[in-house]
C-alpha cells in the first residue's frame, strides 16, 4: 500500500485525489487547513468551463492542453458526479477595432489547440445570438463550447466521490513540516500529529510555494491576485443566455457576465496583484466594484441597479512567478509532487490536472491496478421544490422535512438541510459550519443571505443536534454565529 | 360557523392536521398580523377561508417582538407584539379556518377570474388547492449590507435586525457583545435599547441621513435614556474582521448628496453590525403571476380594493407596502379580506372608471396607485423631505387636509370618501404636498 498525501482540498488537490481512488494499492488522503472542502480559490471564482482558445499553445503549451482536455473531462464529471453545470457558450465582445482586431488571433490558437466552433461574429449576428449584448458592440468572437458550473457544488461532489470509493479527508488540519529521509518524501508533520506518507502532492493553492519550501523546493513562489465580483438578484431581468466578457488583456480574461447555474447575473472580475502576504485579503472595495460595474455596461445592453446586488465577494488567484503551472514529480525529494500555481483556467483543467499528475505518480509506483469496485456516481442531494408532485411526494412520505420548505428565497427545504449536515459528517468535516450547509443546499444564498432563514436553521441544529448556537461557525475558526445564550451576559459570563 | 376547532392555546403551537379541502374562496398566503386578520374577517363574511404559513407557527414577525408598541390604534391598548399577536391567534384558533404550517406556496397559476390554482409544499406532502381569491399578506424582508453598500470581507457577525431579534427573543441566544446598528428607524433604535438591555454594549448607531428615522420618542427612550452615540450622517462603507468575525466598521461622515467625504473615516471597534436600513415587500409569487411591481413601494400595484393587477389576488401588510405600525398591516388584511369578499359575491371587482394616482410635489410613494371609483378609499403613502405646515392635497378633486409635520418616516394614512372622488373628471388624480401658504 503506498500512502499518498495530498495537500489541500480545494479543485485541483481533489480531482487528483478522485483519479487516484480509481487503483488499488493507494492509500489517497486529502489535507486542508480549513474545516471543509473547496474553501480557498475555488470558492470565489468566475465558474467558467472555458473553450480554452485564450490559451497561448506556444507560451502554455501544457495549459492550453491541460485545458482542453479537462474542458472535456467536465462534460462527464458533471454527468456522473451531479453537478449543476450548463453549456451556453461565449462571446467575446468588441467594442473598438482595436479590440477587434485583437480577436483575431484566438481563431488561430483554437485551431492549433482543437477547439471547435471558434469564429468571428459581426454585430448583427452577435445581437441575434445574445440580445442582451450592448448594441455598441462593433463584434465578436464566439465560442459555442463554452459552460459554466457551480464550483463549489463541484468540489463537494468530488469530496464524497472520493470518500465513497475508500479515501479519507483531514480537514481542519494545517500542514506544518514535510519530512524527507534518504532523499524521499516520508512524513508531513500537521497541527493534528505526524501521518506517514510515501507520495506528497502538494496543491495547496495560494500556499503552494510555502508547502514546497518545507520539501527543499524554493524555485518560484505564489502572490494572491484578486477579483472582486458582484452578484446579482436572481430576480433581476437582464439574464444572457451566453457567457460574456470583454476582449482579453495580458493579466486577464477579461471582465465577465454570466447567467450563474443558480440563475443569477454574475459580473467581475478584476485582477488586482496583492502582496505576497495579502494571501487572506479577499475583500471588496468600492473601486473594484464600481470598476467592475462600468466594464460590465460596455458589454450589456443594460445593468440592474447596484441596489439589486444580493452579493460582493472576492476571491484571490495563486499566480505563480514562472507565469504558468507548476506540474512536476521530483526525484529530489522523491515522492514530492506539485501542482502548483493553478491560476485561470484552473478550474477548467482541474479534471485533466488530477489525470495527468495520477499519471505521474502511478507510472513511478509498482503494483498498482485499477480497481473494478471504483464507483464513478455519486448522487446529488434532492430538491423537492423543484420536483414533479408526485417524485416529491415520495421523498416526502420517506421524510417528512423534505416537505418543509425553511429557506423561501431558494425554496430548500429542512430535509436538505439535514441531509447536508450527514454528508458533511461523512466527509469528515471536523465541526458543522453555516457556510458548509449553504455551500451544500444554498439556503441562505438568495436574496436575503440568510437574514430570514439563518436563525431558524441554527435553532433546528441545536434542537435536532445539540449544537447551541453560540458553539456554531460561519466558517470554522473564530468565526462564531452567537456568542452565548441570552441574560449571560448580565449574569456576568462573557460568553465564549 | 364559528364551532371551535382547538382550545385557545396562549403561546402553545398547534399543529393542524392535513387540509382536507381542495376549494377555497380565499386562500391566504402569510400568517402574521395582516393574514391573520384577513382570513378572520373572511370567514366572518362566510368565506371558505384556508391560511398557509411558511414557519412551524403562526403570528410572523410580532413573535419576536417584545417590545411594547403594539395594538394602540387597533385594541386601543399598548401591547408586545406577542399579546398582539396570539389575541388573532386564539380567535382564529376557535373558529374553523383552515391553517397549515410549514408549508410552502411553491407556485400560483391564475386559471380563470374565478379559479386560481396553487400547489403548496408541505410536510403532509403537495397539496393542489383551488380557490376563487388570494390574500397576499407574506410581509418583507430586511435590506442586506450589500444593498446598502458595505464592503470589506464576509466575516461572521453582520445581520440584519430581525435575524438579531429572531436569535435573541424566539431562541434566547445572545448574537454579540459589541454592537453597531446601521440605520436609525425605529427597528434600530429598538434593537440598540433591547442589546442593552441585555447586557451588551451598543456602540453606537449610525444613520446616512442629517435626522434619526425613527419616532422621535423611540429615540429618547432607546438611544439618550442609555447614552448610545447617534452618527447622523454617517455611513459605514466597509468592515474589518479577525479570525472570520467582524473586528471593526469603518464610518465615513456623508455630504448632502450621501457621498462620503474623503479623510473623514473612523473605525469603530465592535464584534456584531446589525443592520436596520429598511424592509423591501416580498413580492415572489406575485411576480410569478405576472403582476404589475410598483418601483416606488416594491410592492404590487393596488387598487382601492387592494387587488393587484391580477383579478381576485389581493394584498395585504408588508407584503403590500411597508408600514409603521402592525395596526396598518391588519387594517388592510381586514379591507382585503372585504374586498374579497365582495370579489366572490359579485364574480370580480367592476371598474366604474379607471383612475392613476399620480406622485405630486413631495411625494415619495402611495398605495393604492389606481382607482376603480366605486368605494372610498384609503391612501397610505410616504413623503420624499420632511417639511412643516403643510398641505396634503388630492388636486383635481380640490379636496386638501393640513399637515403641521410631515416627516419620510412617518406614514401618512388619509381616507377619502366615494363622493369625494366622485368629482374627479379627469382620469388621473395628483396627490402632493403643497406648502400652506
Known sequence: MYRTIIIGAGITGLSIARWLTRYRGLQVIVIDKEPDVGWGVTKANTSIIHPCHEEHPDKHPLRSKLCLEGHNLWYKWVKELEIPAKWPGEIIVATNDEELKGLHKYIDYAYRIGVPGVRLIDRGEMLRLEPWINPDAIGGLYAPTAGTINPMMAAIAIAENIVDNGGKLLLGTRVEDIVVRDGKVVAVETSKGGIEADIVVNAAGLYADKISRMAGIDDYSIHPRRGQYLLFSDRVDVKPNKILHTAPTPKTKGVYAITTVDGNLLIGPTAEDLPEEAREENTTTHQGLDFIYEMASRILRKLPPRNKVVKTFAGLRPEPSTGTFIIRFHEKPWGFVEAAGIRSPGLTAAPAIGKHVSKLIIERLENIEPRKDWRSKRQAIPRPAYMAPRERDKLIRENPDYGWIICVCRKVSLGEIMEAVKRMKKIGVPEITLDGIKFRTHSMYGDCQGSQCRPHIAYLLWKRLGIQPWRITTKGDGSKYAFTEVKALLRGDRGA | ?437
Not at chain 2, 382570513?39 to 417582538?65: F, H, N, S
Open chain 2, 1 to 437: 360557523m364559528l364551532s371551535p376547532k382547538s382550545k385557545p392555546s396562549y403561546g402553545v403551537i398547534v399543529v393542524p392536521d392535513r387540509i382536507t379541502k381542495k376549494d377555497y374562496d380565499t386562500v391566504v398566503i402569510g400568517g402574521g398580523p395582516a393574514g391573520l386578520a384577513a382570513a378572520l374577517k373572511a370567514r366572518e363574511k362566510g368565506l371558505e377561508t384556508l391560511v398557509v404559513e411558511t414557519r412551524d407557527r403562526l403570528g410572523g414577525i410580532p413573535l419576536q417582538c417584545i417590545h411594547p408598541g403594539f395594538g394602540i390604534h387597533y385594541f386601543k391598548e399598548d401591547m408586545t407584539g406577542p399579546e398582539f399577536v396570539y389575541r388573532f391567534i386564539d380567535k382564529l384558533l376557535s373558529t374553523d379556518i383552515d391553517y397549515t404550517v410549514k408549508s410552502y406556496v411553491n407556485m400560483a397559476e391564475y386559471v380563470s377570474p374565478m379559479e386560481k390554482k396553487l400547489e403548496i409544499i408541505t410536510p403532509y406532502g403537495t397539496e393542489i388547492v383551488r380557490t376563487k381569491t388570494i390574500i397576499y399578506a407574506a410581509g418583507a424582508r430586511e435590506r442586506t449590507r450589500y444593498e446598502i453598500g458595505i464592503t470589506g470581507p464576509n466575516p461572521a457577525g453582520i445581520m440584519t435586525a430581525g435575524e438579531a431579534q429572531t436569535l435573541m427573543d424566539m431562541y434566547g441566544v445572545m448574537p454579540g457583545k459589541k454592537i453597531l446598528i446601521v440605520g436609525s428607524g425605529d427597528v434600530g433604535l429598538i434593537m440598540a435599547r433591547r442589546f442593552v438591555l441585555e447586557g451588551a454594549e451598543v456602540v453606537g448607531v449610525v444613520e446616512i441621513l442629517p435626522y434619526p428615522s425613527g419616532l422621535i420618542r423611540n429615540v429618547q427612550q432607546c438611544l439618550k435614556d442609555y447614552g448610545i452615540p447617534l452618527l447622523l450622517s454617517h455611513m459605514v462603507i466597509s468592515v474589518k474582521q479577525r479570525n472570520g468575525r467582524v473586528s471593526s466598521a469603518v464610518v465615513v461622515k456623508v455630504d448632502e448628496n450621501f457621498k462620503p467625504i474623503q479623510g473623514t473615516e473612523n473605525e469603530i471597534e465592535c464584534d456584531t453590525i446589525v443592520i436596520a436600513a429598511g424592509l423591501k415587500p416580498r413580492t415572489k409569487l406575485l411576480e410569478s403571476l405576472g403582476a404589475q411591481i410598483d418601483p416606488r413601494t416594491k410592492g404590487p400595484v393596488v387598487n382601492e380594493y387592494f387587488e393587484t393587477t391580477i383579478p381576485g389576488v389581493f394584498a395585504a401588510g408588508n407584503a403590500l407596502i411597508i408600514n409603521d405600525y402592525v395596526d396598518y398591516a391588519v387594517e388592510q388584511g381586514e379591507l382585503a379580506a372585504l374586498a374579497a369578499t365582495k370579489y366572490v359575491d359579485e364574480k370580480g371587482i367592476r371598474i366604474k372608471k379607471p383612475v392613476k394616482i399620480v406622485l405630486g410635489r413631495n411625494m415619495r410613494l402611495i398605495v393604492p396607485q389606481m382607482l376603480t371609483l366605486t368605494s372610498d378609499a384609503l391612501f397610505y403613502g410616504r413623503v420624499a423631505r420632511p417639511e412643516d405646515n403643510v398641505w396634503l392635497s388630492f388636486k383635481e378633486i380640490g379636496f386638501k387636509i393640513p399637515q403641521l409635520k410631515v416627516l419620510p418616516s412617518i406614514m401618512i394614512r388619509q381616507k377619502i370618501r366615494l363622493d369625494k372622488l366622485r368629482m374627479l373628471e379627469t382620469d388621473t388624480l395628483t396627490v402632493e404636498v403643497i406648502p400652506r401658504d
